[in-house]
C-alpha cells in the first residue's frame, strides 16, 4: 500500500514520495484494459456489450423535496427518508447522474467522485487501492467507461450522530450503471452510513456496477449499512474493500431480501493498524430465479485485531452461496465466522462456504455454518402457545434474520430495524 | 358466559377416553382413561417410559404422537384431531421439559406472543426474577432453572384453563423450587378456593411439588396404562416404600 499515508507523513510529502497522477492514471487505465475481458471467479458471467443505454440526463435539485425524475415512494422504497429529518446528509444518483447532494452537519463532507478528484489534488490516491481496478472486467469496466459514485469523509474527531443516507437508483433499462464511491473516516472520527438501491419497476434487465473503497483511519469508526431493492432483470457485481487502521472499527450489515437476477460479492477488509475491528453481517432472501453468490472477507494482518463474519440466508427457491473467509497473519487475533441458512422452498439451494486460514500459531479462529430447514420442534413450541402453523413459521423466520448488530447508535439499530420490518413484509 | 350460568363445579374441563397413542409407529398408551373436573389438580406418577409424557403430548395434539383409538374431550368438545394452536386458543397450556432455542425471538416477545393481549410484563418477570433474561433469545444458554421459570412465565401470560406440567420440579434448586411452586400455585389459583375454574396435570418422580401445590387425585402409569387412581400422598407414599412394581399389582 504504498500509495496511503505513511504516518505523520502531509499529502504533499506523500505525493512527491508516489509517481505522478498521470503517470498513476496512465497505468489504472493500462491495468483496467487488460482486465476488460476477465471473469470474475465466481458468479454468472455478464455480457457486458448486451446494455446498450445512454443514460437521459437528471436535473439536480438542492432539496431531497425538488429531486424531479423518480418518484418521492421509490426512493423511499430504497430507504430515503424524503425529509432529510434524523440524517447528517443525502445523496442521489439517479442512473449514472448525481442529482443531490448535501451534508447538513459540520464535520462530514459528501461529494460526488468526479467532483472530489477536481476539487482535492490528494483525493486521486483514495482510488483503486483497497480494490484493484484489474481485479475482473467489471472493476475494469467502470474504470474505462467512467463513473459516479459518493465521496464521503469523516474529518478528524468529527463525530455525526445522525447516519448520512445515500441512494443510488436506476431508472432506465439496458443501463450499465457505474458507480465508485469513497468513504474516508479521518482520524478519531465516525460516521454512519445507509445506502439503498433500488431500479424502477420497468427496468426489464440492468447491471449495477458498484466499487466500494473504505479508509478507516486510526481510531475512526464507520458503519455502513446497504439495502439492496432491485427487479428481477437485475445483474449486481458490487466491489468493495476496506482497509481499517489502529484501533479503527468497520461494521457492514447489508441486507438483501427483495429479486434480482444475479447478485455476486465479496468484499474484502484489511485490518492493518493494532487492534482493528471488522464485522459483516449478511441477510440474504432469494426467490425463485434469484442467483446469490454473497461473502466476506478479512484479512487480519496485525496483533489483537478481531473480525466477526455473520450471514444469514433463506431460500424460498433461489439458491445462495454463502461465502466466509478469515485470514489471520498476526499473533493474538480473534475471529468467528458463521454461516446460517434456512431452506424453506426447494428449487434452489444452498452452499455455505467457510474458510479459516492462519499464518501463525497464536490466533484464536473457529467457525459455524448450519444449513436446514426450520426444526420442526420450534413451530410446535409456538404453536403449543397458541400460533398457527403459518404464524409460528414467520415468527421463526423473522427471528433468523434478526441478526442483533453490535456497535450501532440507537438511532441506527432502529432505522435499520425498520427498514428490515419494510424488506421482509414485502419479501415473504 | 353470565355469573349466573356459572359452571357448576362437578363439570368435566377434560376427559381422556380409552386413548391409544402411537409414537413412531410403535403403541406406547394402550387405553388411558381420565377425567379431571373443574378446579382439579391431578398428578401422574410412574416408572421411565411409561408413558407419562407421551400422555400430555397427545393432549397437547403434537402430531409425532398418533391418537390410534379413543378421544379427548375438552369443555365438552371433542378435540381429538385439532392441532395444538387451536387447543392452546380454547385453553390448554402446557410446560416444555426441553424447549428449543429460537434465535432472535426475545422471551419478551415470546411472552407476549403467549399473552396474546396486553400484560404487565414487567411486573411478571419481576415475579418470576427473569427481569434480565427479557431480552435474551427465549431459551438460549438458560439454565434448567431458568427454562423452567421461562415456561412458567410463559404460561402465566397464555393462562391457561388446563395446565399440563411435565415434572416441574426436576433439577430445580431449592431456592427455584419456591418460586416455581408458587407460580404453580398462581396458575392453579391454589390460594381460591370456592371461585377456582383452573385445572392441571402435573407429572412428578419426586413428589415434592406436593407440598407447594395440593393435588386432588393421583394416577400412577404403568406400560402405558393407569394402573391406579386415588388420594396422591398414599400413592406416593406407596411408591416410595414398595415401588412400582406393586403398585402395578395392586389393583384397586
Ligand atoms: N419420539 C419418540 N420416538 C420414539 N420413541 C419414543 C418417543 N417418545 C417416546 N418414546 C417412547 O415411548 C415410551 C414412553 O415415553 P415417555 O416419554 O412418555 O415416558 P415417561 O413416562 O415420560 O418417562 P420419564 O419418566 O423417563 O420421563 C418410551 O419407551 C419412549 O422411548
Ligand atoms: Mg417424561
Known sequence: MEGRLRQGESHQERGERMASPEDRIRELKERAMRAAGKPAPYGPDIDLSQYSCTPQ???????????????????????VDITGKGRSGSFVQLDNTIVHRKALE???????????????????????????????????????????????????????????????????PRLVQRVHNIIIAEENSELHIITGCASDHRVDMALHLGISEFYVKRNAKITFTMIHNWVPGMDVRPRSGAVVEEGGVFLSNYIVMEPVRSLQLYPTARLVGEGAVARFNSVLVARPGVEMDVGSRVVLSAPRCSAEVVSRAITLGGSIVARGHLRGEAEKVKAHLECRG??????????????????VPNVDMSHEAAVGKIAQEEIEY????????????????RGFLNVRIEGLPPVLEREIQKMMEISQRSAL | ?????????DQVVLEVRDLHVEVEGREILHGVDLMIKFGETHVLFGPNGSGKTTLLMAIMGFPRYRVTRGRIIFAGEDITGLEPHLRAQRGIGIMFQRPPTIRGLALRDMV???????????????????????????????????IKRSELLQLLAQDPRLVLLDEPESGVDMENLQLVGRAIRKLLQKDRRRTRTKCGLIITHTGYILDYV??????????????CSGNPREQLEGIRKFGFEECARCTR
Open chain 1, 106 to 172: 459540520k464535520g462530514v463532507e459528501i461529494l460526488g467522485t468526479t467532483e472530489a478528484l477536481r476539487k482535492y489534488d490528494w483525493a486521486w490516491e483514495y482510488f483503486w487501492n483497497v480494490v484493484q481496478v484489474d481485479a475482473d472486467k467489471y472493476t475494469a469496466d467502470v474504470e474505462l467507461n467512467g463513473y459516479e459514485g459518493y465521496f464521503i469523509r469523516a474529518l478528524p474527531g468529527s463525530r455525526t450522530v445522525y447516519p448520512l443516507q445515500a441512494c443510488l437508483y436506476i431508472r432506465s
Open chain 2, 214 to 227: 395440593e393435588a386432588d387425585t393421583g394416577h400412577v402409569m404403568c406400560d402405558g396404562r393407569i394402573v
Open chain 2, 112 to 146: 407476549r406472543l403467549c399473552a396474546g393481549g396486553e400484560i404487565d410484563l414487567s411486573a411478571m418477570a419481576e415475579e418470576m426474577n427473569l427481569v434480565d433474561f427479557l431480552d435474551r433469545d427465549v431459551n438460549y444458554g438458560f439454565s434448567g432453572g431458568e
Open chain 1, 382 to 397: 409456538l404453536m403449543a402457545r397458541g400460533l398457527s402453523e403459518e404464524e409460528a413459521t414467520a415468527t421463526i423466520v
Open chain 1, 342 to 359: 434456512l431452506i424453506l422452498e426447494e428449487g434452489g439451494g444452498m452452499l455455505a462456504i467457510p474458510e479459516l486460514e492462519a499464518t
Open chain 2, 1 to 9: 358466559m353470565s355469573e349466573r350460568e356459572e359452571e357448576p363445579r
Open chain 1, 57 to 79: 440526463e437528471c436535473a439536480y435539485a438542492e432539496e431531497l423535496s425538488d429531486i424531479r425524475d423518480v418518484d418521492p415512494e421509490e426512493l423511499a422504497r430504497s430507504g
